[in-house]
């Protein structure tokens, strides 16, 4: 099996443990440790969640990259909704080989499917692959972001 045979389908409960393992390993993410009963709650609200669509690719029955695509109803451009994706993540062993660009298209594609007139993301600002990834799926430098962060989440740092 060869790496273009890579699926992408919704995430199901079952995933949790290997999506838990991409944000932590691969993200580089320093959380807190949490009370698991609650990590398995919140992950099913994610799942319940309306226009909120966690993307996984798969490759031999592993989870091996992840987004989240976040429809948002809008009353402004003939009430087309907008897009936002968060918390993209390939493997490691498995970056550069053209899964998370496969896996970005077909999470863009769902955002025009569903009527979308912009999809926006943020990286972090030094992230220099991060960006070169991201345009080479499409996406352009055309606003300037800005965040505000809760105390005890400061941002990550580059890898």
């Known amino acids: 099996m060869s790496d273009s ?11 949790l443990d290997a999506l838990q ?8 993410l320093n959380d807190q440790t949490m009370d698991p009963k609650t990590v398995v ?3 099913k609200q994610v799942l319940a969640q309306p226009g909120l669509s ?7 029955s592993e989870v091996i990259a992840t987004c989240t695509l976040i429809l948002v109803p809008n009353i402004t451009r003939n009430c087309s909704p907008y897009a936002f994706i968060e918390n993209v993540v390939t493997h490691k062993d498995f970056r550069g080989r053209g899964i ?3 896996m970005m298209k077909a999470t863009i594609q769902r955002a025009w499917d569903a009527g979308c007139y912009r999809i926006c993301l943020l990286t972090g600002v030094h992230n220099e692959k991060a960006q070169a990834f991201y345009e080479r799926v499409g996406f352009k430098t055309t606003k300037v ?3 505000l962060r809760a105390e005890g989440f400061p941002s990550r740092q580059p890898n």
């Open 5 to 15: 045979d890579a699926t992408f389908r919704l995430a199901t409960l079952s995933d």
């Open 21 to 28: 393992e991409l944000y932590q390993t691969h993200l580089g």
């Open 41 to 43: 709650d919140t992950f």
């Open 54 to 60: 966690l993307i996984c690719a798969e490759l031999n």
């Open 100 to 102: 998370g660009e496969a």
């Open 145 to 147: 972001g800005y965040e």
